[in-house]
């Protein structure tokens, strides 16, 4: 069950990062979940990182992390992709 929630979770914050940032990206609906995860995750280390002794703790502001985890992809990627 923590699974479905987390994909429902990482499709939600992909669709939003996605939305916010400027320009097309063609991605499709698994991509958009992957993206949601995968940004959480870096802002989960990020936010580690910064505020040391917070750990494990989970605050309304994780949501908003996400979100810019996952715009930070979408810019590192988006980037990557033009240098090739």
Avoid: C, E
């Amino acid at each position: 069950m923590q699974y479905i929630i987390m994909a429902l979770v990482g499709l939600v914050v992909g669709a939003i990062a996605r939305l916010i940032y400027p320009g097309h990206q063609s991605m499709g609906w698994i991509a958009t979940i992957i993206l949601g995860i995968a940004g959480s995750y870096f802002a989960g280390f990020v936010a580690k990182l910064i505020h040391k002794n917070d750990a494990g703790q989970v605050n309304p502001a994780g949501f908003i992390y996400s979100i810019g985890g996952a715009l930070a992809l979408i810019f590192i990627a988006h980037n990557l992709l033009h240098l090739v």
